[in-house]
């Protein structure tokens, strides 16, 4: 009764907020030790399931996810073009700087926030002041929520406001699109992957397309659910944008679910 409270706590909720190598892999469930497995072991995971646990749920994005799955898939891109990255750093620091931006207060911090602002995508100031904020007080090495430093936290909004959503956004934004082909296919592979392996796919709330969500209460805003585009998209072929690219794979998936539901254990 103990060790799920205990994960939870210790593990996700403190050591996963101090460790930000690759944040995509320091998620809910996860094990940043070992980011990836190889192919056949994800198929004998596969068969373990359909034999075992053929109704378990799966999920990849929760009310409790620390960043929504295709946050995720915008962070882990890094680890294709590591060189560049390094590079964006170099600049995104350089330019915080030669702008008058207040730096990070701890190199921890700007790792965990150049990488969400990569992954996120969006440069909205509150969303990422209160995400971040939420990051230093959980890893509590600088302050936490018991015994808040009101320097430091003053350090990481002056930072995040300057940096990730001040002047050098842009280099982010350019970054970003140069990377748009390979998010796509992290978004659209990991849904597929989602939507078809054993188990019962959980498509949370306003995942059907594309969502880009933070820690809660980022990702517990009001969905926008538009039946109106997916009728649009049934009746032509052209995809306008990744979301409602993935919209069209999500329906055409679980329809075939639907049709199906031999094939998937059911």
């Known amino acids: 009764q103990t060790a799920s409270a205990l994960r939870a706590k ?8 101090r460790h930000a190598p690759l944040l995509s892999a320091a998620e809910v469930g996860g094990a940043p030790e070992r980011p990836a497995v190889p192919v056949e072991e994800f198929h004998a995971y596969c068969a373990r399931v359909q034999r075992d646990w053929p109704y378990s749920g799966t999920v990849l994005t929760t009310h409790d996810t620390k960043r929504s799955a295709d946050v995720r898939a915008g962070i882990s891109v890094l680890t294709q073009c590591p060189g560049r990255w390094a590079d964006l750093l170099a600049e995104v620091t350089e330019q915080t700087s030669r702008t008058g931006g207040t730096g990070a207060p701890d190199p921890q911090l700007a790792w965990a926030a150049w990488q969400t602002a990569v992954g996120f995508g969006f440069p909205y100031d509150q969303r990422l ?14 302050t936490s929520w018991t015994e808040q430093n009101e320097a430091y936290e003053k350090a990481v909004a002056a930072f995040v406001e300057a940096g990730p959503c001040g002047p050098p956004l842009y280099a982010v934004a350019s970054f970003a699109r140069e990377m748009d082909a390979h998010v796509r296919a992290n978004v659209l592979g990991a849904a597929l992957l989602h939507l078809t392996m054993p188990g019962v796919p959980d498509v949370y709330q306003g995942t059907e397309g594309e969502y880009r969500a933070l820690v809660d209460p ?19 072929r052209e995809r306008w944008d990744l979301s409602e690219e993935k919209l069209a794979l999500t329906a055409a998936a679980l329809r075939l679910r639907g049709r199906r539901p031999e094939l998937f254990g059911g």
């Open 10 to 17: 210790a593990v996700e909720d403190t050591a996963f907020y």
């Open 129 to 142: 002041q209160n995400a971040l904020l939420k990051h230093v007080r959980e890893a509590g090495l600088h």
């Open 218 to 236: 980022d990702n517990r805003r009001p969905a926008r659910f538009q039946p109106h585009v997916l009728e649009r998209l049934d009746s032509q």
